[in-house]
């Protein structure tokens, strides 16, 4: 099982990215994807986060500006951001609650994460 994630670059600020991020391998269902994000010295925060019915949950200080979606057939998330500030510089990372199969059986509610993507918002 694998995330991949896409979408990240630079962008100068009040502009917009959207994110990406696909699962993929013997996935066959998604509980529930995040987005998280990081800065150098300081922890992963939580940025947006979906469950497989589409109820959502934002930090603060994106909400208004930031919309993540996913479609569920396709075990892809989206984060959509607008209005982007400097502070909003980051490695951007997804990650996925899901269910996959595996050599000896079914697994259920198993976390993965996928590689970062940079984001990086000018004055």
């Known amino acids: 099982v694998q995330l991949q994630a896409s979408g990240g670059g630079s962008v100068q600020a009040g502009g917009s990215v959207r994110l990406s991020c696909v699962a993929s391998g013997s996935v066959f269902g998604i509980n529930s994807m995040s987005w998280y994000r990081q800065t150098p010295g300081k922890e992963r925060e939580l940025v947006a986060f979906?469950?497989?019915?589409?109820?959502?949950k934002y930090a603060d200080s994106v909400k208004g500006r930031f919309t993540i979606s996913a479609d569920n057939a396709k075990y892809t998330t989206y984060l959509q951001m607008n209005s982007l500030r400097p502070e909003g510089t980051a490695v951007y990372y997804c990650a996925a609650d899901l269910n996959y199969r595996g050599s000896a059986g079914d697994h259920y509610g198993y976390d993965f994460w996928g590689q970062g993507t940079q984001v990086t918002v000018s004055s």
């Open positions: 979906i469950t497989r019915g589409g109820s959502t």
